[in-house]
């Protein structure tokens, strides 16, 4: 197994660290995990394909923990499960020279993410390319004290990092309209969101979708991986 590829697939759903407990399901050639943040702004999950591994499911405690010894192999990498009768307690992974046992948590110590059974119609949608990613990036690094962005509505709704009604710092980004039905302006956490992007910054496409009740949706495809994010609005829709 090529190390580089597991790792893509703990930091799209790791987040720069917001995340670091989750469940890993492997079944059927695939990896897959839900997760959501403490604060419940933002939750989804991401799906890892062509992986040959053995049906099970995974407590990962502290994913931080599980990067760092990660980062001690080669990129070439062997992994198995230890187990006490059908219970697997640890996971060893080994390259030709060094191995590690990381301990597994127990799948009830971990909190399922929320169950999103019924979506709103996502009325607005726009077109995420690598340029607005890498200027999203660039504009929260030169705003490090704003925690917000705002889709602004209007004939040309605009991405607007520091937004307010009053006289502020603030960094404006076009967006690329395919549906706009919005009728009021809505906030996301911009941190969460910049971390989105950085995990899937080889992305060339993707589509974020907003819904007028407030929550957000954006879909990334990345060869083996497929990653979804839904974020809640901040601050509502206003």
Do not use: H
Request: hydrophobic residues 35%; aromatic residues 10%.
């Amino acid at each position: 197994m090529n190390k580089d590829k597991l790792n893509k697939f703990i930091q799209k759903y790791n987040l720069g660290g917001n995340i670091s407990s989750v469940k890993w399901s492997f079944k059927n050639g695939k990896l897959k995990t839900n997760f959501v943040t403490d604060d419940k702004t933002l939750l989804g999950n991401v799906i890892l394909d062509n992986i040959d591994f053995e049906n099970c499911n995974l407590g990962i405690y502290s994913t931080g923990q599980l990067q760092k010894m990660l980062g001690v192999l080669d990129d070439d990498v062997k992994m198995s499960l230890t187990k006490f009768g059908d219970k697997a307690v640890s996971l060893n992974v080994k390259d030709n020279q060094t191995s590690f046992d990381y301990q597994l948590a127990d799948l009830i110590a971990i909190q399922d993410p929320p169950s999103l059974k019924k979506l709103p119609d996502f009325e607005s949608k726009f077109k995420i390319d690598g340029n607005f990613i890498n200027i999203f990036i660039k504009s929260k690094n030169a705003l490090t004290d704003i925690d917000s962005f705002t889709i602004v509505n209007g004939k040309d709704p605009k991405c607007i990092i520091g937004y307010d009604k009053n006289n502020t710092n603030r960094i404006t980004m076009p967006l690329s309209v395919i549906d706009n039905n919005l009728s009021e302006n809505v906030v996301f956490n911009a941190n969460l969101f910049k971390e989105v992007l950085s995990a899937n910054k080889e992305c060339t496409s993707a589509i974020f979708e907003i819904s007028s009740e407030g929550l957000g949706r954006i879909t990334f495809n990345i060869d083996d991986y497929k990653c979804t994010y839904y974020l809640v609005a901040t601050q509502g829709v206003s």
